[in-house]
């Protein structure tokens, strides 16, 4: 099983749609995780954390269930300038540094 | 404000060719990574570096290797350029320790081979 498992999508919306989607991971052991966007033909940037039981910012908002090792991204009221590549990864445990990254979730908003 | 720069960020090089793409980072991480990006293979570790002259192969290492001389720099090599070697290339680096685990990429460099 990949460490990190992702929908490639694309999830194609209407501005100002809800749009959610997750990441499943293996590692029960992570505490953390990180949330990053990838814009066409850009490198990925951190867009959120996840600790604990989520994280919030503006529209964005990160959760985390233990119980079935996925964490979720919600986006509420999309922006034409949402569409991006989403990436998650797990925080670096048992002394491992190699980032292991999703392939990514495609999101497309439309007018 | 955090930088991983990678100075090459376009080129074109023949079949055969030695290619050095180089990457600064002026954060003192001790971990900088090569990744390369396809289209639907999301990213791919070609090599990591976990100190100055420490390298370890990633998942596809076969036509690349690395330098690590100083610890704010890190290279990547193809030895002998080849049409399948055509990607973007990203490099990143990332702290050790408690302060955190995020990492920090470069702006990439595409890379066609002809």
């Known amino acids: 099983r990949k460490e990190v498992e992702q929908d490639p999508g694309p999830f194609n919306v209407p501005e100002g749609a809800t749009v959610a989607f997750n990441c499943t991971y293996s590692?029960?052991?992570?505490?953390?995780f990180f949330w990053y966007r990838q814009d066409c033909r850009k490198e990925p940037k951190l867009l959120m954390s996840?600790?604990?039981s989520g994280n919030e910012d503006g529209r964005f908002t990160a959760q985390l269930n233990r119980a079935s090792q996925y964490i979720s991204l919600l986006i509420r009221d999309s922006k034409l300038s949402d569409s991006a590549t989403y990436l998650c990864?797990?925080?670096?445990?048992?002394?491992?540094?190699?980032?292991?990254f999703g392939r990514g979730t495609s999101l497309i908003v439309h007018p | 404000d955090v930088k991983v720069t990678q100075s090459s960020r376009y080129l074109v090089k023949r079949t055969g060719e030695k290619v050095f793409l180089e990457c600064v980072q002026d954060?003192?991480?001790?971990?900088m990574f090569w990744y390369r990006q396809d289209p639907g293979l999301g990213l791919r570790l070609i090599y990591f570096?976990?100190?100055?002259?420490?390298?370890e192969k990633g998942d596809i290492p076969e036509g690349y290797s690395v330098s690590r001389e100083k610890k704010e720099r890190f290279s990547l090599i193809l030895e002998s350029a080849s049409t399948n070697q055509t990607s973007m290339y990203l490099c990143?680096?990332?702290?050790?320790?408690?302060?955190?685990?995020?990492?920090?990429f470069g702006e990439g460099s595409w890379l066609t081979v002809v």
């Open positions: 990143a680096s990332s702290p050790t320790g408690t302060g955190g685990n995020t990492i920090y």
């Open positions: 996840v600790y604990s």
């Open positions: 570096s976990y100190d100055v002259k420490m390298k």
């Open positions: 954060m003192d991480h001790e971990n």
């Open positions: 590692n029960s052991a992570s505490q953390s």
């Open positions: 990864v797990p925080e670096l445990s048992g002394g491992s540094y190699i980032p292991t």
